[in-house]
Every structure is written in structure tokens, then in C-alpha cells.
């Protein structure tokens, strides 16, 4: 040994060991933050998995109770559902129709679980409207008022069901104050709006579209959703969602938006989500099918860092798996 001093400072110190670093650990992916996504179809006894999806099915009512039943016994306590229907028209009625089977699902969901499952729901038009777009259209282009007059009738219905937390993903204007205030005015003073504020076109969507056949038929959804190019569009966003009474305000996709989860925990009065979206998701899957990557370490980096950028709540198609592998337990 030489007795030169080298340095004193020894940041690997606090990295010796496990035991070490799970002392010192700033950040911990909080299991209860997290919320499982769900497909729900038409039609009964149907269970079929979403080729871009590995992992994730397209359910009807009947199966997704069972399933839902299961995930349960798994740790799984809050839910995404998003609905699927061929049952498309140019108003979306089937979106505000009794047979729409997110809210079918939605009513027995809370009719048999009660408490004990947060049930929320996505409420926009493409998976409704024949043409994808989400909302309604006028020459070629999606007007705004119109559509929020649907979306608002959408998350009314949802309500009337039971459901614990609407979630708009249209990005149309005024849309979370006009179901704030119908919400209020029919008396659900309960019922959480959980804004998509800050939702960017992009093009990790891919597999989602094809999950819930909601591609739009023409064009493209950059007149309504962000452009990935700006931040401070995210900011007037935020501030629009928090005044108009969202009670979450959410940042999507996740991972290469990290920068704006970081600003909005900054600034907002409100809990932040971030929705892990499909492609990031299936990025994952693939990766890990490949054995180019392990899925765990692959799972739990992605997920911390978005929690680590300000997220308390996440959406994540990952939420089963990290449960049942109890990823979060060692
Ligand atoms: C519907 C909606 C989309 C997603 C959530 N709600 C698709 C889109 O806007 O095209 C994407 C979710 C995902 O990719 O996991 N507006
Ligand atoms: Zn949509």
C-alpha cells in the first residue's frame, strides 16, 4: 500500500452492498400507485390476447370478472377499462349506449367488488366512432363542442354505474370542466376526474390502436393531441385540467416525457400519473422474448424513473406481472 491519500470521497461507499443500498434507496416504485389496464369487448365467454400486447387479452364482461377476480388475489386493486365494440357509428353512439361494454362491466364490476376495486374508466369517442378520430367530426376536421357534449353524456353514464374515476383522453377543449360541472349538477359529487392532461401525439400508441381498433380511418390526431416538441403547451394544459377540476392530472406516454412529469410535480396542487403506454410496454416484452434484456430489471428501471420524475400514480400493462412476481418484494 502506498501512503498517498487518493481521495476522501467515497460515493461508492453507500453502494456496497445490498443491505447498504436499500438503506440509502431515494426513490421506491410504490405498489399501491400503480393501476392495471383492461380491454373489455362485446359478446360473452371470449378471451383472446392482443397480439401486440403479449400478455393482455380482449375480454368479454363475463370473462374480465373472472379475470379481474383473479388479479385481485394477486394484489391488483385499481383498474383501467377501456372498451372495444364493432358497434361504431359517426356520432359514437354506442359510447353513451346501455350495451357499451366498458360500462357494463363497470356496473358488475362495482356490484360485486364494491370498495374494494377502484374501478376507473378511459372516456373518449375512437373506439366508437366509425371513422377512430375522438371526437366527432365536421368537413374532415373534429369539432370540439360537439364532441365535448358527447364525452361529457359518457362520463355521466359511467358515473351512474358506479365508476370511481372518469379519465378523458381526447384532449378537446373545456372537456374537464364540462363533466365537472355535470358531474356536479347530477350529484356525483364523488366521482374522480382523472385528466389526460398533458397527452402527446405519439407514436408509442402503436399497439393500443390495434388493442382497441380505434386507428383513425384517415389523418392523424396532431390537431388535438400534443406536438412532443413543447413543454410549456403542457403547462397551459395543466393549469386549464386544475382550474376546470380534475382531481389527477396525468402525463402520457411516460418515458420520453419524463421531463414533463418532473414540471408537473413542480407546479401541480394534484397527484401525477403517468400512463406507461402499450409500445413502451411491448418495447419490454420484446426485448426480453429476444434475450436482449431481463424483464424485470427491464420493468422496475422504467418504472422507478417515473416515479423517481415526480409520478405517484402509474398506469402500466406491467402491474399484473410485478404483482405475481412479486417484483417489489425483494
Ligand atoms: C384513446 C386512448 C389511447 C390510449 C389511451 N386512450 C390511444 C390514442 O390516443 O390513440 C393509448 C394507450 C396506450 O398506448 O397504451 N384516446
Ligand atoms: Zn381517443
Request: aromatic content about 6%; glycine content about 6%; proline content about 3%.
Amino acid at each position: 500500500m502506498s501512503d498517498r491519500i487518493i481521495t476522501a470521497h467515497r460515493p461508492r461507499r453507500l453502494r456496497r452492498n445490498a443491505i447498504i443500498r436499500d438503506l440509502v434507496a431515494e426513490t421506491r416504485l410504490n405498489p399501491d400507485g400503480l393501476i392495471q389496464p383492461y380491454f373489455v369487448c362485446d359478446g360473452s365467454d371470449i378471451r383472446e390476447e392482443i397480439k401486440g400486447l403479449p400478455g393482455i387479452n380482449r375480454e368479454s364482461v363475463d370473462k374480465l370478472i373472472e379475470s379481474i377476480a383473479e388479479d385481485m388475489k394477486l394484489g391488483v386493486k385499481r383498474v383501467m377499462l377501456f372498451g372495444v365494440t364493432d358497434r361504431k357509428d359517426e356520432q359514437a353512439s354506442s359510447a353513451v349506449s346501455d350495451d357499451n361494454p366498458a360500462l357494463r362491466a363497470c356496473r358488475e364490476l362495482k356490484q360485486k367488488f364494491g370498495e374494494d376495486l377502484f374501478v376507473s374508466a378511459d372516456v373518449c369517442l375512437c373506439g366508437y366512432t366509425d371513422h377512430g378520430h375522438c371526437g366527432l367530426l365536421e368537413n374532415e376536421g373534429v369539432n370540439n363542442d360537439d364532441s365535448v357534449e358527447v364525452l361529457t353524456e359518457m362520463a355521466l353514464t359511467l358515473a351512474r354505474v358506479g365508476c370511481d374515476c372518469v379519465a378523458p383522453s381526447d384532449m378537446m377543449d373545456g372537456r374537464i370542466g364540462s363533466i365537472r360541472q355535470a358531474l356536479e349538477r347530477d350529484g356525483f359529487t364523488n366521482t374522480l376526474i382523472m385528466a389526460y392532461t398533458a397527452k402527446y401525439s405519439s407514436a408509442y400508441y402503436g399497439p393500443f390502436r390495434e388493442a382497441a381498433q380505434s386507428s383513425p380511418k384517415f389523418g392523424d390526431r396532431k390537431s388535438y393531441q400534443m406536438d412532443f416538441r413543447n413543454t410549456k403547451e403542457a403547462l397551459v394544459e395543466l393549469e386549464l385540467d386544475l382550474s376546470e377540476g380534475a382531481d389527477i392530472v396525468m402525463v402520457k406516454p411516460a418515458l420520453a416525457y419524463l421531463d414533463i412529469i418532473a414540471a408537473f410535480r413542480e407546479i401541480s396542487s394534484a397527484p401525477v400519473a403517468a400512463y406507461n403506454v402499450s409500445g413502451e410496454y411491448t418495447a419490454v416484452k420484446l426485448m426480453a422474448q429476444a434475450g436482449l434484456g431481463d424483464e424485470k430489471a427491464l420493468t422496475l428501471e422504467n418504472l422507478t424513473a417515473m416515479t423517481r420524475a415526480g409520478a405517484s400514480i402509474i398506469l402500466s400493462y406491467h402491474t399484473r406481472d410485478i404483482l405475481k412476481n412479486g417484483w417489489l418484494n425483494d
